[in-house]
């Protein structure tokens, strides 16, 4: 356990984001979302072995039995928390840890806007933080919460499969609930959550149908329910969404999403020019345009809506790459590679703009 250990800080002091452990190949860190070998004794079987028998919680060790995989989280004193999954290759043990920071990154930190703050002081509604894998949702999200936190005396209930950041009660009561370990599944905590009185409920991913029928309850009853949901922009999120029902409920659903929905934001990671990263923001909000077109099923429209709607907080992801060019913090060559319509971005970066989505929505 040293040496694992010793891997795991020289992970953290040199900034590594996850460090991957394979039977018989290399240690690797990700850093700055490069793959970068390490100098560092090639796990063995045995090793593995051990390693995988001491880190499992004691909870969980009948279903790796069965099912060969599990997340869960690992601390370690002095070092710090990590994001774990266990899984088998060519029936071998491997290791992905993602670093979960102890301190919840505030607002400035992490580059968040202004808008980012207004939304999670909503009172009720369903708040999705949207993206790929790795795209920051999880830190954006716990600084949502750390946010309401220091300001709003708030009965706050997370489920999480695993706790990642561990908050402590501020202005806020807060219960954190993991899966396998607090509870026996997201859809169990899900069913008795509003007896536990919460103003706001955090559930770390949108899942299926099941999840998103107790969120959007939640919000008809006036709570504030924020998630993470798998897509590559605002848009996309609520079609993704749909894709959760049954043909013959889709409409009955949007009509309630249409209802319930307050925000997505969506986001993805860039290179800085001074070497580190930085979000770039798709925002959407459900203003009376656009609960419309998701009433009226025009959702290839709300791309147009997101673009004419800055005065409302609205953000395309061409707008927010075009701001941090401008603001000297990314070049334009990662923007345009980030970009969801980069033809338009680089006419853009040559001072020609085009009112494409008041077209569209007229």
Known sequence: MELFHKILKAAVEGGASDVHLKID?????????????????????????????????????????????IDFSYYVPGIGRFRTNLFQQRGQWCLAMRYVKT?????????????????????????????????GKSTTLAAMIEHINANFRKHIITLEDPIEYVFEDNQCIIEQR???????????????????????????????????TAAMSAADTGHLVLSTLHTTNAAQSISRILDFFKAEEREQIRRQLAGTLQAVICQRMCNTIAGGMTPAFEILINTPTVRKLIEENRLDKLPAAIETGT????????????????????????????????????????????????????
Not at 45 to 68: C, D, F, G, N, S
Not at 104 to 126: M, N, T, Y
Not at 336 to 360: C, H, T, V, W, Y
């Open 178 to 212: 993991e899966v396998g370990l607090d509870t026996l599944s997201f859809h169990h905590a899900l069913k008795h959550v509003l007896r536990q009185d919460p103003d706001i409920i955090m559930i770390g991913e949108m899942r299926d149908a099941i999840s998103f």
């Open 25 to 69: 190949a290399p240690v690797v860190f990700r850093i700055n979302r490069q793959l970068i070998t390490v100098d560092a004794p090639i796990p063995t079987q045995e090793w593995m072995e051990e390693i995988v028998a001491q880190i499992t919680p004691q909870h969980l060790k009948k279903r790796l039995e069965a099912e060969r995989e």
């Open 311 to 362: 005065d409302d907080g609205m953000l395309t992801f061409n707008q927010s790459l075009f701001q941090l060019v401008r603001d000297g913090i990314i070049t334009e060559k990662e923007a345009l590679s980030k970009a969801s319509n980069p033809q338009a971005l680089e006419m853009n970066f040559k001072g020609i703009f085009l009112d494409e989505g008041r077209r569209i929505l007229g």
């Open 103 to 135: 301190q919840v990154p505030s607002f400035e930190e992490l580059g968040l806007l202004p808008q980012i703050k207004r939304i999670a002081e909503s009172p009720r509604g369903i708040v999705l933080v949207a993206g790929s894998t790795g795209c």
